[in-house]
């Protein structure tokens, strides 16, 4: 059921753990139109997450 797809990809996009991007990637081609839209938000979420946290260890690593 497409509710229940796109509810997880919800879920998935707060556990704010980059690695679940992978888990996204089949949804993004979905029938439903809604969680494929979802899944994509989800994406670009975890992505942006990602970007940040390579930012602060980079930062992080010129201090010393």
């Known amino acids: 059921d497409s509710s229940v797809r796109a509810a997880a990809v919800h879920s998935i ?3 704010n753990d980059p690695a679940l991007k992978k888990e996204l990637e089949p949804l993004l081609q979905d029938d439903n139109e809604p969680v494929r839209l979802r899944a994509a938000a989800g994406y670009l979420r975890l992505s ?14 010129q201090k010393k």
Do not use: F, P, V, Y
């Open 13 to 15: 996009s707060l556990r």
């Open 48 to 61: 942006a997450i990602e970007s940040g946290a390579r930012m602060k260890a980079g930062a992080q690593g």
